[in-house]
């Protein structure tokens, strides 16, 4: 049989090269809305799920193959490499991330060890090499940015106003520093291995960090987020790409950081950025929940993105958070195969 030719449209659109299609991804696009997804869900844990290659591996090339959308993302969770540095996490279905030990102290902060790829987490490489050998579609690596990860270290699991956080952020600023600082070399660390192999891009996810207002980011996040994208810009050229919810009044700090592409959430349109003098290539938006609405609805709002992503180089289509599992595989193919159809005629002429 032939092989599939490599398919690089969603790499391209990251460097704002032409393109014959807008490219698309799901963020959580491997979850509990696919059968087959809980159907292995069943037999194991999350972390075993994430730690044995062959079951990682099958979980993260499903969407691909079902979807047929244009990039494929390791199937892990940003609380991944935190295990082996001493942080007590598992993942409770219907919760997500719950730690035992959280963080009160700068004596926890020191506590946390440094996270050495190749022995702490073998099952991610060996993953993603394999998956470069198989996928003719780019494999995104990712990881949590500092704020995200700490927000779960500090509260102990989900949470809706980061009270925890933020209070340990304004009453214990050099413990905060010395947690950023760790998570941040732990992220570059991680990220760099994964770019090592075989990962073709790199997202990191800051879905929490718009619980800050702009001057807060400006003093405990945003450093350290510099720090992260250059040491990466140092040392690879593949495209990185910085994504948060409710975060649309950060996005001005955003650009000035050295990072590729920008994830939206549906709060903010395409056109909003791009009024604030956004050049960079942006990744969104359409709102989860409306992939619950009649296909009329959906397809009218993506078409719209599509036109709306069409007025810059550079659109990425996704949705502006993640999956979740009262989603229809049929309704994210049909969404999938109409981005495809829609941007290709468009881009045809
Ligand atoms: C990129 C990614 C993540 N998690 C998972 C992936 C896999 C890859 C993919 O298919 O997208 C698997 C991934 N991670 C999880 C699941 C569901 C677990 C299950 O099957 O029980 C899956 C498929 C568990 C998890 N893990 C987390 C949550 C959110 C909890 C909260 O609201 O605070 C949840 C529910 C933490 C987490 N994990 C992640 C983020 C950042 C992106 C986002 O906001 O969605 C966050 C905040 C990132």
Request: net charge negative; glycine share 8%.
């Amino acid at each position: 049989m032939a092989q599939k030719s490599f398919n690089d449209t969603f790499l391209r659109a990251c460097r704002q090269e032409p393109v014959t299609h807008t490219p698309v991804w799901y963020m959580r696009q491997a979850g509990r809305y696919q059968p087959e997804y809980r159907a292995i869900r069943q037999k194991y844990s999350f972390f075993e799920m994430n730690e044995i290659p062959e079951v990682c591996v099958e979980v993260t090339k499903l969407p691909v193959e079902q979807l047929g959308v244009d990039a494929a993302i390791l199937f892990a969770d940003i609380m991944t490499p935190l295990k082996p540095i001493g942080v007590d996490v598992e993942i409770r279905s219907g919760i997500g991330p719950v730690i035992d030990n959280p963080i009160r102290h700068l004596e926890d902060v020191e506590q946390l060890g440094e996270l050495d790829p190749e022995s702490d987490v073998p099952f991610i490489l060996e993953s993603i090499r394999q998956l470069r050998r198989d996928l003719t579609v780019p494999l995104i690596g990712f990881g949590g940015a500092p704020f995200t990860l700490a927000s779960y270290m500090i509260e102990g699991g989900p949470s809706k106003n980061y009270h925890q956080t933020k209070g340990f952020m304004y009453a214990q600023p050099q413990a905060w520093e010395k947690l950023m600082e760790k998570l941040a070399d732990l992220t570059v660390t991680y990220l760099k291995a994964q770019i090592k192999a075989g990962a073709l891009a790199v997202q990191i996810f800051d879905s929490w960090v718009g619980a800050l207002n702009v001057e807060d980011y400006r003093t405990y996040v945003a450093p350290t987020m510099r720090r992260i994208f250059a040491e990466l810009k140092e040392s690879t050229d593949v495209p990185t790409i910085y994504f948060g919810i409710g975060a649309g009044h950060l996005l001005l700090e955003w650009d000035r950081l050295p990072v590729d592409v920008l994830g939206l959430d549906w709060r903010t349109s395409i056109p909003e950025a791009r009024a604030l003098g956004i050049r960079k290539t942006l990744q969104g938006n359409l709102d989860p929940s409306l992939l619950l609405g009649p296909w009329e609805k959906i397809e009218a709002k993506a078409k719209e993105i599509l036109d709306q992503g069409e007025e810059h180089p550079g659109h990425i289509f996704n949705l502006g958070h993640g999956t979740f599992p009262e989603l229809k595989v049929e309704t994210l193919q049909r969404l999938t195969q109409f981005i495809h159809d829609y941007s290709s005629r468009r881009n045809e002429v």
